[in-house]
């Protein structure tokens, strides 16, 4: 069955560095989404991409996030200067229509030190 | 603005009994409905979603789940809960739009089955 590939599985960072998640979406899906999960507390919506731009993003997503789609595979989360608040488990998400079919990664767990 | 409450942090059955784990939604329009589950350290994986037609939807490992619009409930059930169900349980919404759009998880139900 198809799958959603995030890596790495696990990064800790300095405060203040930049990070990069990379997400290998399902290669025929057309909508990509990243969400995280603070630990304890409830996955919340990012950001989500369609047609080479964002759609629709949340308040969590300022000017310290960016997300790309540098080629025909990868989708990538940049946190420009991570804050200790950072620290979650980041999912992956895609799916082949508006609404319908969501597959999530098994996520990266980002840890700023 | 669409939302997800799950009212239970946690449910506790033994193994063998039916379980249900409960969610409540609000959104603009027809929802989408989703329930995923995740273990220890690792990733949501998708059990069931309801989009349109028939309101009890089936989905992986013996769950189902009842769509009812009235009560705009979502509630998760399985006829004989196992050890190996016990996880954390997400019931998820979306509106149906025309755009790629969120999905709003709830806080989350543990599920912990006991022999």
């Known amino acids: 069955e198809p799958e959603v590939t995030q890596t790495p599985s696990h990064q800790v960072t300095q405060m203040g560095q930049e990070v990069i998640l990379r997400c290998v979406p399902i290669s025929n899906h057309l909508y990509f989404y990243w969400y995280r999960q603070i630990l304890g507390q409830k996955v919340e919506f990012l950001v989500s991409?369609?047609?080479?731009?964002?759609?629709?993003k949340s308040e969590i997503f300022d000017d310290q996030f960016s997300v790309e789609r540098p080629d025909g595979s990868n989708f990538t989360l940049k946190i420009r200067s991570t804050k200790l608040e950072d620290s979650a488990m980041y999912f992956c998400a895609s799916s082949l229509a508006s609404g319908w079919g969501y597959t999530f990664g098994s996520g990266t767990r980002l840890t700023v030190v | 603005a669409q939302s997800v409450a799950q009212p239970e942090d946690q449910v506790n059955v033994a193994e063998g009994n039916p379980l249900t784990v409960k969610c409540t939604y609000s959104?603009?329009?027809?929802?989408?409905l989703f329930w995923y589950v995740q273990y220890p350290n690792r990733g949501l994986q998708f059990l069931l979603k309801y989009i349109t037609g028939d309101n009890l939807v089936k989905g992986s490992y013996g769950f189902e789940a009842e769509f009812n619009k009235s009560q705009t409930s979502f509630h998760l059930k399985k006829p004989s809960a196992l050890v190996s169900d016990s996880a954390l349980y997400f019931c998820a919404v979306r509106a149906w739009s025309g755009t790629a759009s969120k999905l709003t998880f709830g806080t989350g139900t543990r599920l912990q089955v006991t022999l």
């Open positions: 959104v603009s329009g027809n929802p989408y």
């Open positions: 991409f369609y047609n080479n731009e964002i759609s629709e």
